[in-house]
């Protein structure tokens, strides 16, 4: 388990194990936002690595990927694969891979959306319910850091994804060569739609 997952788990642990009546409810909508949220910080932290982006940059390229109002996970994925050796897929593995993203996620963010805007789902979800689809939640995006953390130095969980792999030069293979801001909008537009 890394270090990035407990931290952002932790919140998620407080949550489940309230008192409160919207304790799982809640805890389902932090596990959502940080499962987005590290698909994101991979991505970032995949493009950072061209060494043509320095820290002076990170601000540019947070701004340009705030911009695309259309990148969500399913996005961010392609877009590590449009760019890295190596798929999601292949990191993580065939079977969960495979689970979760053709079964497991289109349920959990249907139930994300629904919940998130105030509307029943339909499905009568108990907390017992709720809890499931956390674990679920929990148990991809730690075989993703964990899978992440050996492949390129990032469990895409930890705070500062715009940070330098210090093992080995990652862009050295890429797909693709972005070699600034401009290059790195136009890869979005063609490889994230």
Not at 34 to 60: C, G, M, W
Request: proline share 2%; net charge positive; glycine share 6%.
């Amino acid at each position: 388990m890394t270090k990035g997952f407990q931290e952002e788990f932790a919140t998620i642990d407080i949550l489940v194990n309230s008192n409160t009546r919207t304790g799982r409810t809640d805890a389902f909508i932090v596990a959502f936002t940080k499962l987005e949220k590290q698909v994101r910080r991979l991505f970032s932290y995949t493009i950072y690595q061209n060494p043509a982006f320095t820290l002076t940059h990170y601000i540019d390229i947070l701004a340009v990927i705030a911009s695309k109002r259309f990148l969500d996970f399913d996005n961010y994925i392609k877009g590590f694969d449009a760019l890295y050796p190596k798929s999601y897929e292949n990191i993580i593995g065939n079977a969960l891979y495979a689970s979760f993203i053709k079964t497991d996620f289109p349920r959990i963010k249907n139930i994300r959306n629904k919940v998130l805007h105030g509307q029943p789902t339909g499905q009568g979800l108990s907390t017992s319910d709720l809890k499931t689809e956390i674990v679920v939640i929990r148990d991809w995006c730690l075989q993703v850091a964990e899978s992440m953390m050996t492949e390129i130095g990032y469990d895409g969980l930890e705070w500062n994804s715009f940070r330098k792999c210090r093992a080995k030069n990652l862009a050295a293979n890429y797909k693709a060569n972005i070699s600034g801001i401009k290059e790195l909008e136009a890869f979005i537009e063609t490889n994230m739609k």
